[in-house]
């Protein structure tokens, strides 16, 4: 399984872009990567996936270099609501089985 | 669109007794995981299932032990409950015929031992 690395916690402010990057160095050729969001108490949320170059959804974009070795997540303009704890995984159902290590996420704290 | 149904939601329970959790995936999901977030952490993945035979484990105690039912649903049945298991336990699942492994997760169960 690919480890995952990313900063420990972010602050950003209403209406700003925000960008957090994960490194997985050893990612694997069939692995995809999935960003996740989290609120207290709730569950894990799929927020995008992908596995190559750009993915875009209405909620965010991931970007993803030529050798996979991170991704960055982009929340376009974010608001208070934003604020999260968001978790960067790679793998897939051909490496690792179903086992999934959730890393450290980035506590994203969005300021008014 | 149907979501993942944990039950019960919150479960209190005594030193010593034992607890189960149940989880109902969304239809036509074929895997189901089992996680433990305990209070300021990250979710530590305990154990999954595919099509009702175990796949994988993690750090799941000996004490506990979970299985998939013939339809899909699955219970985490934990014994000898200590203070250290008080936790969200979230249950997620996913289609094995997906190309990548996403998972959906349920809302949680908290589980409260004293």
């Known amino acids: 399984l690919a480890k995952t690395t990313q900063p420990i916690s972010m602050d950003s402010y209403e209406g700003q872009e925000v960008n957090i990057t994960c490194s997985h160095n050893n990612i694997a050729t069939n692995d995809y990567i999935t960003w996740y969001q989290q609120f207290p108490s709730q569950g894990p949320r799929f927020i995008i996936q992908?596995?190559?170059t750009k993915v875009t959804n209405e909620v965010a974009s991931l970007f993803i270099p030529a050798d996979r070795k991170s991704s960055t997540l982009s929340l376009p303009r974010v608001s208070l609501s934003d604020t999260a704890v968001y978790y960067c995984l790679v793998g897939g159902p051909n490496t690792g089985g179903f086992k999934t290590i959730f890393g450290a996420g980035t506590r994203l704290f969005v300021k008014a | 669109a149907a979501g993942v149904i944990q039950s019960p939601r919150h479960l209190i329970k005594e030193k010593r007794e034992t607890a189960t959790l149940k989880c109902y995936p969304i239809?036509?999901?074929?895997?189901v995981y089992w996680y433990q977030q305990g209070p300021g952490q990250d979710p530590q993945f305990l154990i999954s299932?595919?099509?009702?035979?175990?796949?994988d484990k993690g750090s799941i105690p000996d004490r506990f032990s979970a299985q998939q039912f013939s339809d899909y649903h699955s219970e985490l049945n934990m014994s000898s409950l200590e203070l250290g298991d008080s936790a969200l336990y979230f249950c997620?699942?996913?289609?094995?015929?997906?190309?990548?492994?996403?998972?959906?997760f349920g809302p949680g169960t908290r589980l409260t031992v004293l």
């Open positions: 997620a699942s996913s289609a094995r015929t997906a190309r990548a492994d996403t998972q959906y």
């Open positions: 299932f595919y099509e009702k035979m175990q796949s």
């Open positions: 239809p036509r999901h074929d895997t």
């Open positions: 992908g596995y190559k």
